[in-house]
């Protein structure tokens, strides 16, 4: 594996023990603030972002990072790795360090669930040279559950839990080609016709709901356990569904993909899809391949 994504995966593993310990703070409070998402923003979402933005801008072989909590990317520059801000997807070449990788995380996932403790995480997509899917080389996330835990995926996707003060190897985690969960996310007075069928077409071939509404354990489930579909469609009061692409939804589609599963729009790969901007979003789903065919079966019939 290329020498940097070992060097962002040891740091990614690092700054894990740290927000762990962040997490037991018995601050749940919401600040005055919101990000770039209209999300008013909770006080362990800044900080995390700030461990996490101070921590991989310290690796020589970062050049970059944005983050849901930031309305711009930070940059380092060419000169003398001083730090510009940009909305822009990547820097030119002129004014970027060669052979630096930029990454997009989300620093605390699921933050509307932190006040009745349930499990949050951090998701990250590490691209190189530019923020784009066709640029993603390498994704991870976090979980914070009764364990601390961390999924790092580039040609494989391997599970690690750190017990007793290490890491541990819990092996790679790959999917089957059909499961028993479903994870179907939005308000469901919003969801469409079509989006409605599929849901209750899995319940009535015999799926179990499994839902937290954290984006992390959710999906994160459905990989233990092999198999199943989350989803998070297009609704009538959010048509570009809610979840962002570079931070949540490319960096999972990678690790699905990279699982056995398959990860799309509704009819498109999703690791095809342009990005126009740091904070957009996409419908998705993601799963297994026996419910990405159904998926595909409901959403390409709508379109007929
Ligand atoms: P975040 O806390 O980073 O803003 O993300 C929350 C996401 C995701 O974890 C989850 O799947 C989805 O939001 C749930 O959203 P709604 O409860 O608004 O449907
Ligand atoms: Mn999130
Ligand atoms: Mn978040």
Request: charged share 20%; with cysteine; net charge negative.
């Amino acid at each position: 594996m290329d020498s940097r994504i070992l060097e962002i995966f040891s740091c990614i593993k690092q700054c894990a023990i740290t927000l762990q310990e962040l997490l037991q703070c018995d601050d749940s409070g919401y600040l005055a603030s919101t990000n770039a998402s209209g999300d008013t923003q909770l006080a362990v979402d800044v900080r995390a972002d700030r461990i996490l933005e101070d921590a991989l801008l310290k690796l020589a072989c970062v050049g970059g990072v944005c983050s849901e909590e930031k309305s711009s990317a930070l940059y380092k520059q060419k000169v003398d790795s001083s730090l510009v801000e940009s909305t822009f997807l990547q820097l030119d070449s002129s004014q970027s360090l060669e052979s630096s990788l930029l990454i997009a995380y989300d620093p605390l996932d699921g933050s509307s669930l932190f006040d009745s403790n349930l499990s949050v995480g951090s998701i990250f997509g590490i691209y190189n040279g530019a923020f784009s899917a066709s640029a993603l080389v390498a994704a991870a996330y976090i979980v914070y559950g009764p364990r601390l835990e961390v999924v790092l995926a580039c040609e494989r996707v391997e599970h690690c839990v750190y017990s007793g003060g290490q890491w541990r190897s819990k092996g790679a985690l790959q999917l089957e080609s059909k499961g028993k969960l479903n994870a179907p996310g939005g308000t469901q007075k919003h969801w469409s016709k079509e989006h409605k069928e599929l849901v209750e077409s899995l319940f009535a071939k015999g799926y179990r709901l499994r839902y937290s509404g954290g984006m992390v354990p959710d999906l994160h489930q459905i990989l233990c356990k092999k198999g199943g579909l989350f989803s998070y469609p297009a609704t009538s009061d959010a048509p570009n569904g809610k979840l962002r692409k570079l931070f949540e939804v490319f960096p999972f589609a990678f690790i699905y993909e990279r699982a056995g599963g398959e990860a799309i729009n509704g009819r498109e790969r999703l690791l095809s899809l342009s990005c126009d901007g740091l904070h957009d979003s996409t419908p998705c789903f993601l799963g297994s391949t026996e419910e990405i065919a159904q998926v595909r079966a409901i959403y390409m019939n709508k379109e007929r």
